[in-house]
């Protein structure tokens, strides 16, 4: 497991500065390494321009290496002569030179997570999100840092990722440096250069909160009654709907609530025992007994450690409470957003710019959401939802879903902690929802260095899953639903990757599978492959924006709904997409829609299961599966 310790204070400019106010940044090529994996972050924090050796906590000394950086690049695994596994450690040092007290600018990259230090400050971190960005390049990451007349220490705690161990440390590119607002229309399908147009306004890993909270997790930083991700509303059913927030270390808390209109609040607590809980950071307080397709208007409620008074919210948000009666009502669905936090947080703004968008009901992610999971806070909250809830002022639902990255990373458990169990289902309307965790996409390797040394039995768990399912179907909220739509990373059919497949397959052809299935199924949404493909129900052939070249071992006449997978990066379609799905009295609409909003394919499926193709772009093309 990695760690984070970090020490000194924070530096962070709030303002980005015009380069004429900026310093020449005055970096040579020559830096000292340090590469062992008992180096931590406390003594990129120590080190100064002349160290020359490390004691480590065995006693062993560590003699620096001198490395040279061509073009403000080296590969680590060059310098020890052999690719070396993932999570190994160095400390690279150097000397920034400047004329006077000031700024300069530093463009930073690595593969895959590092801390820069200057002066022994940290000033800038991937956390757990990790470089997300590739190739690894200066303009990965910007950061304006303050440095003194004379010699500035700079050390990189860097740690390799699984493709190679490059480090970059330079001044960023004039186009990079000129980033200063999205563009309004993104033209380019190639993921460089749509990252790049992607990439403007400010960094969300340069949050103040964010570093303070880095600190704080390994004592460097004092605790602070405060909310740090959320509040969201998540798991909406039929008179009841959870509030969520994470706060800024364990703090007891609550959620003030009450119907609009009214003076009174009632307010829950988080208790175990007949007692706060204050050993969670993460707050799950689900409210029961609403009044159906009623507005709530609620607050969280924060204890302060030193008075023990309870302190309510200063904002207060509301939410619609959901109804089991039929009611029209819309969503909006994306996933696969592996991409740096600033282009993840534009994403999401930009798709919440389009009006229709915005009059969704809730809201769903499909799946690998991030590159892994480490810190997941970090990961998920800085970089992602929280624009998300502020967008959508905390009021819409949200519907994580478990993908096969989910599985990857130091907290991936805490995926659950936070949002529950990845298989559940909800009805809203006469419409019943299932959401389905399809696993890994590949055989695990347990008690390994491999990313998935930690997965070690899927198949009960998928067994499990296989066996609440059965139960579900049994339901009156099920069996009585006019439409049923399953939300799912992968699917049984029209994917690559037989492994996940197969596994969802076992869990839902008993019900759904067939030329003549026991439940109808109206609406598959899936993502993972990255590239837009929509099958067409009960046949071997598929609307897709790239040719096919994976092969299937099952026809596709045994599935008799659409499937849909939404692009991702480097798929060959869009690099990104989304569906707009509005349930009708009589149908359901879907809207494929790219980055910039503009629909590239439109279809209805109707409550007896016709389907109905509205149109699409010429792009989009048909193709039929092939057989193993």
Not at 78 to 103: M, Y
């Amino acid at each position: 497991m990695r760690k984070w310790l970090v020490s000194g204070m924070f530096v962070f400019l709030s303002v980005t500065l015009a380069a004429a106010e900026l310093l020449p940044l005055k970096l040579g090529p020559q830096w000292k390494a340090f590469i062992s994996n008992e180096l931590e972050e406390s003594n990129a924090a120590e080190i100064n321009n002349g160290t020359n050796e490390i004691t480590l906590p065995g006693g062993t000394v560590l003699t620096a290496r001198a490395v040279t950086m061509k073009d403000y690049y080296v590969n680590l695994n060059d310098v020890i002569g052999s690719k070396q596994p993932d999570n190994c450690r160095a400390i690279l040092v150097n000397t920034i030179e400047a004329e006077r007290d000031g700024t300069v600018r530093l463009g930073l990259g690595v593969d895959w997570w590092f801390d820069c230090y200057v002066n022994g400050k940290l000033v800038y971190s991937t956390g757990g999100v990790g470089n997300v960005a590739f190739p690894i390049t200066p303009d990965n990451h910007t950061v304006d840092v303050k440095v003194r007349k004379g010699q500035n220490t700079i050390a990189l705690f860097v740690i390799s990722g699984s493709n190679s161990w490059g480090v970059a440390c330079g001044p960023p590119s004039p186009a990079s440096q000129a980033r200063n607002a999205v563009p309004e229309t993104v033209n380019s399908l190639d993921n460089v250069q749509f990252t790049d147009q992607m990439s403007a306004g400010p960094n969300p890993l340069s949050d103040p909160l964010r570093i303070k909270y880095l600190l704080f997790r390994k004592g460097a930083a004092p605790k602070i009654t405060k909310i740090i991700g959320g509040p969201w509303l998540q798991w909406p059913n039929p008179g009841t709907m959870t509030v969520s927030f994470v706060t800024f270390g364990d703090t007891p808390a609550g959620v003030d609530y009450r119907e609009k209109g009214q003076e009174q609040w009632t307010r829950q607590w988080n208790m175990l025992g007949g007692q706060l809980r204050n050993d969670l950071d993460n707050h799950n307080i689900t409210l029961t007994g609403l009044k159906e397709n009623t507005v709530y208007e609620y607050r969280p409620v924060l204890l302060e450690p030193r008075t023990n008074k309870p302190l309510p919210g200063a904002e207060i948000y509301s939410f619609t409470s959901f109804t089991s009666k039929p009611k029209e009502h819309r969503f909006f669905a994306t996933g696969d957003i592996q991409f740096p936090a600033q282009v993840r947080t534009n994403i999401i703004r930009r798709f919440l710019q389009n009006g229709e968008v915005m009059k969704s009901d809730f809201f769903v992610t499909l799946g690998d959401s991030a590159d892994s999971v480490h810190e997941l806070v970090d990961t998920l909250f800085f970089g992602l939802l929280n624009p998300l809830f502020e967008q959508t002022a905390h009021g819409k639902p949200y519907i994580p879903l478990r993908g096969n990255h989910e599985y990857r990373g130091n907290e991936s458990s805490s995926w659950f902690k936070i949002f529950g169990s990845a298989y559940r289902g909800f009805r809203y309307g006469d419409t019943y929802y299932i959401v389905l965790d399809s696993g890994d996409d590949q055989v695990s390797k347990p008690f390994t260095p491999h990313f998935t040394a930690t997965t070690i039995d899927t198949e009960n768990y998928m067994r499990q899953q296989a066996e609440w399912l059965s139960e579900i179907v049994k339901t009156p909220e099920f069996t009585t639903a006019k439409f049923r739509i399953v939300l799912c990373h992968s699917a049984p059919f029209g994917h690559n990757g037989e492994y996940m497949r197969n596994a969802i397959r076992k869990i839902i052809d008993p019900h759904f599978g067939g030329e003549n299935p026991k439940h109808r199924i109206h609406l598959w949404l899936s993502g993972h492959i990255h590239v837009y493909r929509r099958t067409i129900p009960g046949t071997n052939e598929i609307k897709a924006l790239a040719p096919i070249k994976s092969k299937s071992s099952v026809d596709g006449k045994n599935y008799r709904f659409p499937v849909v997978a939404i692009d991702g990066p480097r798929g060959g379609g869009h690099e990104i997409s989304g569906l707009i799905v509005k349930v009708g009295s009589d149908e359901i609409d879907v809207e494929s829609i790219d980055i910039n909003n503009n629909t590239f394919d439109h279809f209805s499926v109707d409550k007896d299961g016709k389907f109905k193709e509205l149109g699409s772009v010429p792009e989009l093309k048909t193709y039929e599966m092939p057989r193993n």
